[in-house]
């Protein structure tokens, strides 16, 4: 019996040699770069998985927002970051997984300069609303020169 008459996918084999993948701008947030690590193609939409890096210090965050999705986890890999999950502060920090539950409104308020973490979300395309809430937020660490 061959693999292919054992497993059929719909997805495809994937491999994103790290020193090959830049960081780029123009993704989601204007004050993050982001680095695709090939997933959504692989998968044809159905996740994607890239890692995100902090490029300007923290002014307005991301606002209130929940994202269209069916599934979401952030992973950080260095620094930290903090963000508000409803009236919950949450501080995120290297080596913390959060799976953020599909529609939970949050507010990614602030983070380090060496922040960067691993977002992996399912659908690949997936929306983020904007939204009021009367939650109050903290201020944010400013960056040391």
Not at 48 to 77: N, S
Request: negative net charge; aromatic residues 14%; proline residues 7%.
């Amino acid at each position: 019996m061959t693999t292919a008459e054992i497993i059929t996918s719909t997805t495809e084999f994937s491999h994103v040699k790290g020193k090959t993948t830049e960081f780029l701008p123009n993704g989601l947030r204007s004050f993050f770069s982001y680095k695709d690590l090939g997933v959504a193609k692989a998968t044809h939409g159905k996740v994607i998985a890239h890692i995100a890096r902090a490029e300007l210090p923290p002014t307005e965050g991301t606002g209130w927002h929940y994202h269209v999705a069916e599934f979401q986890i952030v992973y950080m890999l260095k620094g930290w970051a903090r963000f508000m999950y409803e009236d919950k502060v949450t501080l995120v920090e290297a080596g913390d997984c959060v799976h953020q539950r599909p529609g939970i409104v949050h507010y990614l308020f602030d983070y380090s300069p060496d922040m960067e973490y691993l977002e992996i979300v399912g659908p690949a395309d997936f929306d983020s609303v904007p939204v009021a809430a009367d939650w109050a937020v903290p201020k944010v660490t400013p960056w040391k020169p």
